[in-house]
């Protein structure tokens, strides 16, 4: 079983920036496409952004151009740099791997609040 751990959360005012990260620690599987979803209080949660184990990433229309997607394969880990923040990008941001074997696995979510 792949355990996911995340960080880099917080609280920021509208217009600033957070980094999120996503690392699986001690994993043995190969891990193809690995995304980050978000769920807004009372919402359901939708995809944020996603990107294959070559780099070709996807974004939802409502980050494209302030958020960026990133991996580092050797380190099985995943990134969101997320700028131009706004009140609406408030939730809990959960990331996602999927494994090539099949399967997959959710990081435990972290919270950004986007709060003037």
């Known amino acids: 079983q792949v355990q996911l751990v995340e960080s880099g959360g917080g609280l920021v005012q509208p217009g600033g920036s957070l980094r999120l990260s996503c690392a699986a620690p001690g994993n043995r599987f190969s891990i193809s496409t690995m995304g980050w979803y978000r769920q807004a209080s009372g919402k359901q949660r939708e995809v944020v952004a996603t990107?294959?184990?070559?780099?070709?990433?996807s974004y939802a229309d409502f980050v494209k151009g302030r958020f960026t997607i990133s991996r580092d394969n050797a380190k099985n880990t995943l990134f969101l740099q997320m700028n131009s923040l706004q009140l609406e990008d408030t939730g809990v941001y959960y990331c996602?791997?999927?494994?090539?074997?099949?399967?997959?696995?959710w990081g435990q979510g972290t919270l950004v609040n986007v709060s003037s």
């Open positions: 990107i294959t184990w070559g780099g070709i990433t």
């Open positions: 996602y791997l999927a494994l090539v074997v099949g399967g997959g696995a």
